[in-house]
């Protein structure tokens, strides 16, 4: 192995001295003020990203321990630990928290915090804009578990089916709770896929072409196109007209005054599936680099992975009846749906292939984090081939709302999704932290969890299949589902031991881990090429691109770009294609305003509950802090980029 | 008598073969994935390849580009498989029959009432939460909701189908062999959707026919004077505003319907066997057993309480 991913080593053109003023003084101009008011203030994306992984994954363990609470409801029958009224929001409750809370935003909070790094970026495209989103989200977490503990969390599911939703068997304000903590999830989801749409196509690093970008980008840059198309739907759906149905007595879904029912899961599934995919992707965008770097080898087929990517979040839009085939929808109708849910077994099929020869092709490391991809392939595939039986009109209207489906459906979301995360966690934990992960702890971690996940959700088949419904509080002992349901439960315990696991790796690793250096796994993505954790400014300078795995291929120094403004915030925009010098660009410093006009947008969405005065208040609050975010003086432009060796930009 | 792996319809046997051979396949693909992933992670294949981070060799590359094809290949045609078999059990079981008998299907939260179909009105019949069907015939379902969503499966027979509101679905199967088939309410519809079952009892016709028969009987007024009692009870306690009694005066519809309550083997929409103690209990605080189920405890006596469970066991 060469060395590399030391300091990008520009010493040779200039000296060290003045690489050393440089570096304090891009710290000075990019580092967030420090103090509270700093706090409040940060537009850093490593900062915002790392509030986000942390953030979500108290929801995880959040939405964990309602799952754990209605496992002990569910372990034996006619148990009288929680009532129907509590199991109802508890499982509204963890829908909600995993899907909204959880799983998106923190595959976009990976984004958030990486893919800056990746393509060699100073920051993100929009760093106010991304706090914006950012407090958004906290809004809906603190709105939603204040609920949760005055007895007002949302208890008609996390997919809030209209007429139970609705005014008429829903009174009160729980399922106005569930309305308005979507919509700012959709506003911080949508924040978060512009940011990183616009990162991707404009501030990648000259000579990363589109077809350098890693992998891990290529699946967040689709994903955020996903996002921009599907969330915009349950956006509409709940915040317009289930909210209005039920706050100003609209009728879109009302029957008897010419509404209609089944329109309410139109949109939410033309949201809702694509939903599963812009969960899914992300986490296969984490497993290529994880497979190259402990494999040691180029990834195979990187065209057909990228390909992969696009043809899945193409298709993704075409299932979501498939939630709905028990439904009176037209049969020939429903076929469609069929045909297009088992086609999207074809892109992931490759995908995983595509790993499995790059592994064999190499040598592998066993470290936690590939432990992990591999528990991802055993768990994953099981989920897809149920997902396969389940695309059948006829087996699902058998299997549909059944124990069978959630079986299925944590397959997918813990296998496909959680393990990679796990296996993402472990690999690049020594990039956020400094700090390596404790490997002996990481064993425990990974073993239990896959058994766990198994033990938990294997027999759900078989209770399904059995005939218990889904989002039941008890069940009689005459069924006979009690032994499966207690072995769930046990499983379930050893789901929850993992994870405890993992947070105290997490936490000693963090305070007295072994420290990491810069490229702790001998990696080949540009996240490496700077310290662990980047400096506030990324990159000393801007790193130039001459192939898909810049710190693989480089053998001689590292060529980096030169010429970009020490004395304010300056990046480089670069064309979407070649990804040539195009332009520099100021960005903002910190501002007080993203949170203020979250605080705005807390005001219009949670008032709206109670009054429409408080949404003219709210947005009328929030003119001021547009016209505070929008005021900044401007400045005259810096010295010529200059990229060394030139001839190198000039030859992409 | 709960359960997709003992299919008792030809539509319920043609989607368990359907499954059987979807799992047979699956499986094997899976332990085929697992047992290539595995080989794959510990051979070291590239033996022929140095270990620094040099290009696969063109010979390993040409192969991998082979076997990833062929696999690649491999999903296309089982999935095609997949797609032309479950195409030819959704045909099958979409043709629906030209006669037979129709039963109506409301589901209010949280129980089932039956009504049968018959072009004379007096032959109609409506009951609650247990359905007579004849063996060997098919049988139509129009369902239809009274409040919110719920779906109706019973798995030994037929996949299951959404009460909407504002929609009318139709399901039907035929019951292969006698006996009797639980059922439960499969979308999520408010607070008690766990407890929201019902029985298909399939019969020989003639077995249908007479029990058909009894239950088309309107109710006598009682003789007995504590049946007589029990019976006013009923009538001015609060129970006949929501139930209905055939040949009385109680004809709600609100509440399930108690003509011939004896003959069923629940009550509560499947959640108590229908015995005297059980019939007192839910009588007296039935949300003790249903949590907010639409039935009132309604304050009786303890002599009202046993005139009034004696008249409703005595309505065979």
């Not at chain 1, 770097?293 to 990187?302: C, D, E, P, Q």
């Not at chain 2, 239950?215 to 007589?228: G, K, V």
């Not at chain 2, 040949?247 to 509560?268: D, W």
């Amino acid at each position: 192995m060469t060395a590399h991913g030391t300091s990008l080593p520009a010493e040779t053109t200039l000296g060290t001295v003045a690489l050393e003023q440089d570096a304090a003084a891009l710290d000075e101009v990019w580092r967030d003020r420090p103090g509270f008011w700093g706090w409040l203030t940060a537009v850093d994306h490593k900062v915002i990203g790392k509030r986000y992984l942390i953030t979500t994954f108290l929801m995880f363990l959040a939405g964990g321990i309602e799952a754990a609470l209605m496992r002990t409801q569910l372990a034996r029958p006619e148990n009288t630990f929680l009532g129907p009224d509590k199991y109802n929001q508890l499982f509204t409750t963890h829908g909600t928290t995993m899907m909204f809370l959880f799983a998106v935003p923190m595959m976009n909070a990976m984004g958030i915090y990486f893919v800056p790094l990746m393509v060699g970026a100073r920051s993100i495209a929009f760093p106010r804009l991304n706090a914006f989103g950012y407090w958004n989200y906290v809004v809906a977490v603190v709105f939603l578990y204040v609920s949760l503990f005055a007895n007002t969390a949302p208890d008609a599911g996390w997919f809030a089916y209209v007429p139970l939703s609705g005014p008429a068997y829903s009174p009160g304000h729980r399922v106005d709770v569930w309305a308005q903590v979507v919509t700012f999830t959709e506003i911080a989801a949508l924040v978060a896929a512009v940011n990183i749409i616009v990162t991707t196509f404009k501030m990648r690093a000259p000579g990363m072409s589109l077809n350098r970008i890693p992998l891990f980008v290529w699946a967040q840059l689709v994903v955020s196109f996903m996002i921009v198309f599907a969330m915009p739907s349950v956006a509409v759906g709940s915040t317009l007209m289930l909210a209005m149905d039920r706050a100003v007595n609209t009728h879109w879904f009302n029957y008897t005054e010419g509404g209609d029912v089944l329109l309410w899961q139109h949109i939410f599934w033309f949201f809702g599936h694509p939903e599963v995919y812009i969960i899914f992707l992300p986490a296969l965008g984490f497993i290529t680099p994880i497979v190259e770097t402990f494999s040691r080898r180029k990834v195979f087929g990187y065209t057909a992975l990228v390909m992969s990517n696009i043809t899945t979040a193409f298709f993704a839009f075409g299932l979501w009846v498939h939630h709905m085939f028990a439904t009176p929808i037209p049969e020939l109708g429903q076929s469609l749906f069929t045909a297009a849910s088992m086609l999207i077994a074809i892109p992931t099929a490759v995908q995983i292939f595509c790993w499995i020869a790059t592994m064999w092709a190499g040598r592998l490391r066993f470290t936690t984090a590939i432990l992990f991809i591999l528990g991802f392939m055993f768990t994953f595939v099981n989920g897809g081939i149920t997902g396969v039986m389940l695309a059948s009109v006829a087996f699902d209207k058998q299997a549909h709302d059944t124990f069978f489906v959630v079986a299925h459906l944590h397959y997918v979301l813990l296998g496909g999704a959680v393990m990679p995360l796990f296996g993402a966690f472990y690999y690049w934990f020594p990039k956020i932290t400094g700090r390596m992960l404790s490997e002996t702890l990481g064993k425990w971690n990974f073993w239990l969890f896959v058994i766990g996940v198994n033990v938990t959700f294997f027999p759900m088949h078989i209770l399904g299949l059995n005939g218990m419904p889904r989002r039941v509080y008890t069940y009689l002992a005459a069924t006979g589902w009690g032994p499966l349901n207690l072995l769930a439960t046990i499983g379930a315990v050893t789901i929850a031991t993992s994870v405890l696991v993992f947070v105290i790796n997490a936490i000693s690793s963090w305070r007295s881990g072994e420290p990491a250096g810069e490229d702790p796994w001998g990696s080949s993505g540009l996240e490496w090429a700077t310290s662990s954790p980047a400096p506030s400014y990324n990159f000393l300078h801007t790193p130039l691109v001459t192939s898909r795995h810049p710190l693989w291929d480089t053998t001689v120094e590292q060529p980096v770009v030169t010429g970009l403004a020490t004395d304010h915030r300056e990046v480089l925009i670069t064309t979407a294609f070649d990804a040539r010098p195009d332009a520099r660009h100021e960005h903002p410093t910190g501002s007080i305003w993203p949170f203020y006009l979250a605080l705005c947008m807390g005001v219009v969405f949670i008032g709206s509950i109670f009054s429409p005065y408080f949404v003219l208040g709210g947005l009328g609050l929030s003119m001021l802090g547009l016209f505070g975010w929008g005021w900044q003086g401007s400045r005259a432009t810096g010295p010529e980029i200059v990229a060394t060796p030139k001839s190198i930009t000039e030859g992409i | 008598m709960h359960s997709f792996f003992n299919p008792t319809s030809p539509q319920a046997r043609a989607v368990a073969h359907l499954w059987w051979w979807m799992l047979g396949v699956g499986g094997v693909i899976w332990i085929g994935v697992a047992a290539i992933a595995v080989y794959a992670a510990l051979a070291n294949g590239g033996h022929r390849e140095s270990d620094d981070l040099q290009h696969v060799s063109p010979d390993t590359h040409s192969r991998m580009e082979r076997v990833v094809g062929v696999a690649g290949f491999a999903t296309v045609l089982v999935l095609v498989g997949f797609l032309i078999y479950d195409f030819a059990v959704g045909r099958a079981l979409a043709q629906h029959p030209q006669r037979g008998l129709t039963i109506q299907i409301t589901g209010q939260q949280w129980w089932w009432e039956v009504e049968y179909e018959s072009p004379d009105p007096s032959q109609r019949l409506v009951t609650a939460n247990e359905i007579h069907i004849p063996v060997g015939e098919p049988v139509q379902f129009k369902l239809r909701a009274a409040d919110v969503i719920h779906s109706f499966w019973a798995p030994n027979l037929n996949g299951k189908r959404d009460l909407i509101p504002g929609y009318m679905s139709t399901i039907w199967f035929k019951a292969d062999t006698a006996g009797v088939y639980r059922g439960q309410c499969a979308e999520f519809c408010g607070l008690q959707h766990a407890k929201m079952a019902f029985y298909i009892v399939a019969d020989p016709r003639p077995k249908f026919n007479a029990w058909y028969a009894a239950s088309s009987q309107p109710h006598q007024t009682p003789t007995d004077s504590t049946l007589l009692y029990g019976q006013r009870v009923f009538m001015t306690s609060g129970c006949a505003v929501c139930h209905t009694i055939s040949g009385t005066q109680a004809q709600s519809n609100v509440g399930p319907s108690l003509s011939h309550l004896e003959s069923r083997s629940t009550i509560a929409a499947g959640t108590l066997a229908n015995n005297h103690a059980n019939l007192m209990g839910w009588i007296v605080n039935p949300q003790a057993i249903k949590p907010g189920t639409r039935m009132p405890a309604i304050p009786l006596e303890p002599n009202q309480l046993t005139a009034l469970v004696a008249y409703l066991e005595s309505l065979k």
